[in-house]
């Protein structure tokens, strides 16, 4: 399994910007087909926010992202990172990095590997 560290979290104001980053070590992420952010608000089920595939020219976002979130990735230096951008208060959450070998990108359960999560939270 790679272990992923989430950074880059905080407090935004809301219209404000944050960019996460993903670490991976113990693998290289071009061992997985995908590579995605997922946040869980408190009481929520984790949900999918983004993801990208094994080259980065596939970019899938939910509804929620699209237009403001831009996920990318870097295969040199084994990480991943999240654009946030046009910040909501409904963003807060804690954010998750995760790895699949399923295209199946939207299913939590599909994921082999989950980072500790970083907390971003967005005020009015």
Same mark, same amino acid.
């Given at each position: *399994?790679?272990?992923? %560290?989430?950074?880059?979290?905080?407090?935004? *104001?809301?219209?404000?910007?944050?960019?996460?980053?993903?670490?991976?070590?113990?693998?290289? #992420?071009?061992?997985?087909? #995908?590579?995605?952010?997922? =946040?869980?608000?408190?009481?929520?089920? =984790?949900?999918?926010?983004?993801?990208?595939?094994?080259?980065?020219?596939?970019?899938?976002?939910a509804?929620?992202?699209?237009? =403001?979130?831009? #996920?990318? =990735?870097?295969?040199?230096a084994?990480? %991943?990172?999240? *654009?946030?951008?046009?910040?909501?208060?409904?963003?807060?959450?804690?954010?998750?990095?995760?790895?699949?070998?399923?295209?199946?990108?939207?299913?939590?359960?599909?994921?082999?590997?989950?980072g500790?999560?970083? *907390?971003?939270?967005?005020?009015?």
């Amino acid at each position: *399994q790679v272990q992923l %560290v989430e950074s880059g979290g905080g407090l935004a *104001q809301a219209g404000g910007s944050l960019t996460l980053s993903c670490a991976a070590s113990g693998r290289t #992420i071009t061992d997985y087909i #995908i590579m995605a952010w997922f =946040r869980q608000a408190p009481l929520k089920e =984790r949900e999918f926010v983004a993801a990208v595939s094994k080259t980065g020219s596939m970019k899938y976002y939910a509804d929620s992202a699209k237009g =403001r979130f831009a #996920i990318s =990735r870097d295969n040199v230096a084994n990480a %991943v990172y999240l *654009q946030m951008n046009s910040l909501k208060p409904e963003d807060t959450a804690v954010y998750f990095c995760g790895a699949a070998y399923s295209n199946d990108y939207v299913d939590s359960g599909n994921y082999d590997s989950w980072g500790q999560g970083t *907390q971003v939270t967005v005020s009015s």
